[in-house]
């Protein structure tokens, strides 16, 4: 996970031009870009107009996929009783496929080239995160078994997503002097990290101590931010790009709210065309968009954007 600890990174008010200034320039010059290969100095966490990419958005397509691979096999698992199992796993799958988005979307709002190298890792993560979806179903099924936890092909996936956002660090390591340290703790740390969730994966253990592992790896997960800033200089995150990612995926989760209200309503729509409305289908569709809209007014009622400008410390909290 990207480490937001300290502001954005101001820039010199004496003139000078700043890694951040030097790489928004060259970023900036989108019709002149010839793609060539540019150095990951940092972006520049004030300038204006920043928003959601067309890469990041096609980047978030895959997550809607695991998400709704998710959400189904909750579903059928709630179907067949087994509630608490299907929470269980939906609980652990949402965590997985969460931790890879958080991660690459704080590195992206630093240190987003577009070139051609920048562009390529990103494939490669959701080429990680196709794989991390297919792994679903067998942990799912095991999960609901109850005798372990098949995450192999989970693990495989999330390995590929690794080996992209380590390049990516690597990159913004040899590109910024400024930002070397964080860079170069947060592709150790993820890599350390990285080894433990490959140990799970090879190892068979039972239900509740795998369980105990993933609680105390994943808890190391979400300590990287911690472990890797200590006292080196923040990143240039953009507090209003940020925001903006945000809410992109929480379009991408309400967005699973439509598409269950659908299909639940199918249920409850009698006759061989499933046509025939009745009270429950309309109480069902009129329950589940009525609650999805509820929930997009809720959480779009908070400028998030300006309260990460105001209070940026409070960007891990946010994360």
């Given at each position: 996970?990207?480490?937001?600890?300290?502001?954005?990174?101001?820039?010199?008010?004496?003139?000078?031009?700043?890694?951040?200034?030097?790489?928004?320039?060259?970023v900036?010059?989108?019709?002149?870009?010839?793609?060539?290969?540019l150095?990951?100095?940092?972006?520049?966490?004030?300038?204006?107009?920043?928003?959601?990419?067309?890469?990041?958005?096609?980047?978030d397509?895959?997550?809607?996929?695991?998400?709704g691979?998710?959400?189904?096999?909750?579903?059928?698992m709630?179907?067949?009783?087994h509630?608490?199992?299907a929470?269980l796993?939906?609980?652990?799958?949402m965590?997985a496929?969460?931790?890879?988005?958080?991660n690459?979307?704080?590195?992206?709002?630093?240190?987003?080239?577009?070139?051609?190298?920048y562009?390529?890792?990103t494939?490669?993560?959701?080429?990680?995160v196709?794989?991390?979806a297919?792994?679903?179903?067998?942990?799912?099924?095991?999960?609901?078994?109850?005798?372990?936890?098949?995450?192999?092909?989970?693990?495989?996936?999330?390995?590929?997503m690794?080996?992209?956002?380590?390049?990516?660090?690597?990159r913004?390591?040899?590109g910024?002097?400024?930002?070397?340290?964080?860079?170069?703790?947060?592709?150790?740390?993820?890599?350390?990290?990285?080894?433990?969730?490959?140990?799970?994966?090879?190892?068979?253990?039972?239900?509740?101590?795998?369980?105990?592992?993933?609680?105390?790896?994943?808890?190391?997960e979400?300590?990287?931010?911690?472990?890797?800033?200590?006292?080196?200089?923040?990143?240039?995150?953009?507090?209003?790009?940020?925001?903006?990612?945000?809410?992109a995926?929480?379009?991408?989760?309400?967005?699973?709210?439509?598409?269950?209200?659908?299909a639940?309503?199918?249920?409850?729509?009698?006759?061989?065309t499933?046509?025939?409305?009745?009270?429950?289908?309309?109480?069902v569709?009129?329950a589940?968009?009525?609650?999805?809209?509820?929930?997009?007014?809720?959480?779009?009622?908070?400028?998030?954007g300006?309260?990460?400008?105001?209070?940026?410390?409070?960007?891990y909290?946010f994360?």
């Amino acid at each position: 996970m990207h480490s937001p600890f300290a502001a954005p990174s101001p820039s010199l008010d004496n003139g000078a031009v700043t890694e951040s200034d030097s790489v928004a320039d060259e970023v900036g010059a989108s019709s002149l870009r010839s793609h060539r290969l540019l150095p990951l100095r940092g972006r520049d966490p004030s300038e204006g107009g920043r928003g959601s990419s067309s890469l990041e958005l096609l980047f978030d397509l895959t997550f809607v996929i695991a998400v709704g691979v998710a959400a189904e096999h909750m579903t059928d698992m709630v179907a067949a009783g087994h509630i608490g199992q299907a929470i269980l796993a939906f609980i652990f799958a949402m965590f997985a496929i969460l931790v890879g988005w958080i991660n690459f979307c704080w590195f992206a709002s630093a240190f987003d080239t577009d070139d051609w190298g920048y562009r390529i890792w990103t494939m490669v993560q959701m080429f990680g995160v196709v794989v991390l979806a297919l792994g679903l179903p067998a942990a799912f099924h095991t999960i609901e078994v109850g005798d372990h936890v098949d995450v192999r092909m989970m693990v495989a996936g999330y390995v590929v997503m690794r080996v992209g956002m380590i390049a990516l660090w690597l990159r913004a390591a040899r590109g910024s002097s400024t930002h070397r340290r964080v860079a170069l703790r947060n592709a150790v740390w993820i890599l350390i990290v990285q080894s433990a969730w490959v140990a799970i994966a090879l190892v068979d253990l039972s239900l509740v101590p795998t369980f105990i592992l993933i609680a105390v790896f994943g808890a190391l997960e979400l300590a990287i931010p911690v472990l890797t800033q200590g006292r080196a200089d923040g990143t240039p995150w953009h507090p209003h790009h940020i925001a903006d990612r945000y809410s992109a995926f929480a379009i991408i989760a309400l967005g699973e709210g439509v598409v269950g209200a659908v299909a639940s309503s199918r249920g409850a729509l009698g006759g061989a065309t499933g046509s025939d409305w009745n009270l429950n289908a309309a109480v069902v569709v009129v329950a589940g968009i009525g609650l999805t809209f509820a929930m997009w007014w809720t959480y779009f009622t908070a400028p998030f954007g300006e309260l990460l400008r105001l209070r940026p410390r409070r960007g891990y909290l946010f994360g």
